[in-house]
């Protein structure tokens, strides 16, 4: 007696004939992104340090002007502090939080090993990294531009208190806070391309609070202490100081180069030139990843 056997149906993929293209790859990479936990945290970070700096900034230079009648004049009297500058105080950390989700998006695949598989599904390779880049160009971007424009709403009300208020009408203030958003963005893809050469998280980490903290903050203190030529063209060509030129406003007494650095003194691009600068050493930075992307292995 012989028993029946089953026979196991054919399995069809639902993704047969499928073609990989762009779109697919920008709605992989937007899931891969905000189904990361690290995600939710980083960015939360960047939205609490955002609006925290600027209430705390706001609230400590209210109280000391009021505990201190002859404060404000004599501010004034010394040039003022923009308004702008309020609402701006975290942009430098918040940077540093926004950078740590360039790097993790890229290195998080190498750490796991599932770059394979999306290099095995994208075999051209360069698609993954448009796509990657513009998924967190765009989540960095809205982010920051949603935490600026609360930390503007938050802030408001303490500082109308004093006479201080910021003028959207005025063009330098209007660039100073966009600016802010696109700051954070170009940092952000420079994280990527950097992460795509090291393809290690801490170490990419390192490598961009070295070039936008450490560094800047070296050469910008030679540069004020010892006033050398070298040092302040140096200082100035640094991807730091020249980006965030489009934040930071002339004459405003705000340090460029962070709290280790004299800022203000030392030959600077404009504003547009600066950024500019910075985007070219992230386009530089893009096209080498680019490169070795296509011809190292996975």
């Given at each position: 007696?012989?028993?029946?056997?089953?026979?196991?149906?054919?399995?069809?993929?639902p993704f047969a004939g499928s073609k990989v293209t762009f779109p697919r790859l920008l709605v992989s990479e937007w899931r891969k992104?905000?189904?990361?936990?690290?995600t939710w945290w980083v960015l939360g970070i960047a939205v609490v340090i955002m609006i925290g700096f600027a209430l705390i900034f706001s609230a400590a230079f209210t109280s000391f002007v009021a505990?201190?009648?002859?404060?404000?004049?004599?501010?004034?009297?010394?040039?003022?502090?923009?308004?702008?500058?309020?609402?701006?105080a975290g942009y430098q950390f918040a940077t540093l939080v926004a950078a740590s989700l360039g790097a993790i998006a890229m290195t998080g695949e190498h750490s796991?090993?599932?770059?394979r598989a999306t290099l095995s599904a994208a075999p051209t390779r360069l698609p993954v990294l448009w796509a990657k880049i513009t998924v967190i160009a765009v989540v960095s971007f809205v982010v920051i531009a949603v935490s600026?424009?609360?930390?503007?709403?938050?802030?408001?009300?303490?500082?109308a208190n004093h006479d201080i208020t910021v003028d959207l009408g005025d063009g330098e203030q209007l660039r100073s806070l966009i600016g802010v958003p696109l700051y954070v963005m170009v940092v952000a893809v420079l994280a990527v391309a950097v992460g795509t050469l090291v393809r290690?998280?801490?170490?990419?980490?390192?490598?961009?609070?070295?070039?936008?903290?450490?560094?800047p903050s070296i050469i910008g203190t030679i540069a004020g202490v010892t006033n050398a030529a070298w040092a302040q063209n140096l200082n100035k060509w640094l991807p730091s100081a020249a980006g965030e030129r489009?934040?930071?406003?002339?004459?405003?007494?705000?340090?460029?180069?962070?709290?280790?650095?004299?800022?203000?003194?030392?030959?600077?691009?404009?504003?547009?030139?600066?950024?500019?600068?910075?985007?070219?050493?992230?386009?530089?930075?893009?096209?080498?990843?680019?490169?070795?992307?296509?011809?190292?292995?996975?």
């Open positions: 007696m012989s028993a029946a056997t089953l026979s196991r149906p054919d399995f069809t993929s992104l905000w189904s990361l936990r690290s505990d201190n009648a002859d404060a404000q004049g004599e501010i004034a009297a010394a040039g003022g502090i923009p308004p702008t500058t309020f609402i701006t796991t090993g599932m770059i600026t424009a609360i930390a503007y709403l938050v802030t408001h009300p303490v500082l290690n998280t801490p170490g990419t980490i390192v490598i961009v609070v070295g070039m936008f903290f450490l560094v489009i934040i930071t406003q002339v004459g405003s007494g705000a340090s460029v180069n962070g709290p280790g650095g004299p800022g203000t003194s030392l030959p600077l691009f404009d504003a547009w030139q600066g950024f500019g600068v910075l985007g070219l050493y992230t386009v530089v930075l893009v096209a080498f990843a680019a490169l070795v992307l296509k011809r190292r292995d996975a």
